[in-house]
């Protein structure tokens, strides 16, 4: 019975790994983001780690290298964080998250 709850214990664990996503991010993707409103938001939020045109800032971090992710997963990382970026879940409504994935996808990505 113990080896069970480990084996599944430790499938749930890879969950995030394999591409899932959480339920909210799900849904803030369905949002229509504006990426015109989402600019200054990036450019106040984002551009010191990722840098004007998403290819590292600071930290070095290629955003535009990361496009092939879904937007969920995009999303995720915005809610959650994710090593040294913190968390904006309680800084940025769902809708402005929208609008930075699609300043993301629309201005850097050129999409």
Known sequence: MKR????????????P???????????????EGDATAGKPLYDSMCAGCHGADGKGGSYDVDLVAELHHSDEEII?????????????????????????????RVTLGGQ
């Open 17 to 31: 790994s394999l591409g899932c996503t959480s339920e909210e991010a799900q849904n803030i993707a369905t949002l």
């Open 76 to 104: 995720d990382v915005i809610l959650s964080g994710d090593g040294d970026m913190p968390a904006y879940s309680d800084q940025l409504s769902d809708q402005e998250i929208a609008d930075v994935v699609a300043h993301v």
């Open 4 to 15: 069970m709850i480990l084996i599944a214990s430790a499938a749930l664990l890879t969950l």
